[in-house]
Each structure stands twice: as C-alpha cells, then as structure tokens.
C-alpha cells in the first residue's frame, strides 16, 4: 500500500465486513457505503455477497456506487470497492431468524476482513452486528469476537474489549464469564495489564496523556473492607502500581458515582471489572451512536455497539449512526498510529 506519509489526504482503506443476514447487517452496509462523511474520511472494503448487499440498498432505498475486485487487487480506488464472496443467497436465510447458514456468512466475511488486515492488504477492520447464536451454529467453538480473533489469527496476546462514547471510553478487566467468578479473577497484573493497555488505545485514538478512572468492585468501593477486601488487597494496590509507572490512573472509585465523575471531563475512561457494570452505564448514557473497539492487535477493529436488532430487520427503519462512527474511529485510529505526534488531549 501507499505509505501514510506520502500524503496529507491518506484516507485509510477500512475492511467492511457484513454481519448477519438476518438482522439490519444488510442496510447497515449499505448505508455506510453511501455516506459521504465515510467517504470523504476513508475508503471502503466490503466483505460480503453482492445480492445480500443489494437486498439491504433496496430495502433503504439507495443505488450503490460500488466496484467488485477480488482480495488480491484491491488497489487504489477512488469509490468503495466489494470483495464479492458470493457465499450465500438471500433466499437461504430468512429475516430475523438465527440460522447456521448466516452464521457461515458472517464467520467466513469476518474471516477474510480479518486476513487482509493481518497481511497488511487494509489498514483497519468494522464488522457488521452478528448474532451469536447464529455464530455458534455455524462455529460451534465461538465464545465472542475477542477469542475467536486471538484463534483465527493464532496471538498469543489476548484480544480486549472497549466501549466508546464520544469522549468516553470503557474498558473491563473481565468480560464474558459468570459474575460469580469475578472476584477470584481478578488480579494486581491483570488490572495493571488493562491500564496499561487502555491508555495506548487512547494514544492511538489521538488522545495524549490519558486519564483513566478505575472503578471498585464492592458497594462503597467496599467501604474500609466492610464489604469486601478486593479494593484494599488488589484494585489499589494495582492502581498504585500503574500510577508508579507513570501512567495517570485514579482509583478504585465507587461503581455507582464513576461514570458521573467521568462525564465530567476530565478523565477519557473508566477501567470497570466486570461486563455489566460498564455496559450499562454507557449502552444509557448513548445507545444509538455507541462502538465495540477491540484492541491488542496492530490494527483496530470496530463495531457498532448495538445488536442485530431481528425484530426491526428488513422495515428499512435501523439507525446507521453507531455503525458510521465505529468506521469513522477505526480510520482515526489507523491514521493517528501513524503520525510522528499524538494530538493533544481533548
């Protein structure tokens, strides 16, 4: 590819994978496709089939401006290119409904997205809502996006899972277990590794000097360890180390009041423990334009926050906002990651 450099007008080249079929994956798409915010920030990929692509344009209404070339060529390219798979047809899976079939559609799209960024072929990857029943009936190992990356691509290094909201971001220490496993999970390392890992995401989203807040596991943040010892034997001791470290981290802060004093303005994330206790605030404060950013990887992968949303499939009616912005934050990611500088804090 053309080096970032060469040029203050690099547009990064974004892989598009589509999701399930049988959700709003479909329009999504091509919405996207038809953005000009899109356009005039990055240029498009997709990964997909052409006729399920055609069957969401349809559906909102629109006539893509869209090239088909194979994986190898992809090339320069002054409007959206298609990498056109051919791998299902509309009549195969019917909408709203979690089958194998769009299962395989959406595995084997976010598979080849996924390669091409590996290889260096696109500078970033969004993916379009799967469904993960779907998934599983198609990839019976599937656990989440995070394991099945660290699997197809063969890492080492885990794969973490953040939040973004305007100017919020949320990463976790634990993800997809049981909530009575929490506790036993965590450790001084492990919170350290997520803060560590937390504040070079920002960097790369072009945010210098990140501010991050932790958040305490027990009510009160465990008050003195009336209510639990976790914050005095583990979440404190990790935020004194990272703080040793240099990088700038307060905590641990009650779960109920953190994201409060987050919106506040002056930290960019809060550094929760378990899935729920940042989902929620952040799927309240802004369901419609929130992002999946999975980081660890040398590339940034994105998707909108929200599901498949099988119970408005196919009306024409979803929101492509959250899937425009989890584009946009890729393509800044991409672009920021190569710049000699970090753009100040905002």
């Not at 629109?62 to 298609?82: F, H, K, M, Q, Y």
Request: aromatic share 4%.
């Amino acid at each position: 590819m053309t080096s970032k450099l060469e040029t203050k007008t690099y547009r990064p080249l974004i892989a598009l994978a589509m999701g399930d079929p049988a959700g709003i994956s479909s329009e999504l798409t091509a919405r996207v496709v038809a953005s000009r915010r899109i356009a005039s920030a990055t240029r498009l990929v997709v990964v997909g089939d052409r006729r399920i692509l055609e069957q969401g344009a349809r559906g909102v209404g629109l006539t893509l401006d869209i090239e088909t070339r194979s994986a190898d060529e992809i090339g320069p390219a002054n409007r959206p290119v298609l990498i056109d798979l051919g791998n299902l047809d509309p009549k195969e899976v019917p909408i709203g409904e979690a089958t194998a079939a769009g299962g395989r559609f959406a595995v084997e799209n976010f598979k080849t997205a996924l390669t091409l960024a590996n290889l260096g072929r696109v500078d970033g990857v969004c993916y379009m809502p799967f469904n993960k029943k779907a998934m599983r009936l198609a990839h019976p190992g599937y656990d989440d996006e995070s394991r099945f990356i660290a699997e197809h691509l063969r890492l080492t290094d885990r794969v973490r899972e953040f939040n973004v909201l305007d100017t919020i971001w949320n990463a976790r220490v634990t993800s997809h277990i049981p909530l009575k496993a929490v506790a036993a999970t965590l450790t001084v390392d492990s919170i350290r590794a997520e803060i560590a890992l937390t504040a070079e995401c920002l960097k790369r989203s072009g945010i210098s000097g990140p501010r991050i807040l932790v958040a305490a596991l027990n009510p009160h943040a465990g008050d003195g360890g009336s209510f639990g010892m976790e914050e005095i034997d583990i979440i404190g001791p990790a935020v004194a180390a990272a703080a040793a470290e240099g990088f700038d981290v307060s905590g641990p802060h009650p779960a109920d009041t953190v994201f409060v004093t987050a919106l506040k303005g002056r930290y960019h994330a809060v550094l929760t423990l378990y899935h729920d206790q940042g989902q929620i605030a952040m799927k309240l404060i802004g369901f419609e334009r929130g992002v999946t950013m999975l980081g660890g990887l040398h590339f940034p992968v994105c998707t909108p926050a929200h599901g498949t949303a099988y119970d408005i499939a196919g009306q024409g009616i979803a929101n492509s906002l959250a899937s425009e912005e989890a584009v946009l934050l890729a393509a800044k990611m991409t672009a920021v990651a190569d710049k000699e500088s970090i753009a100040p804090a905002r």
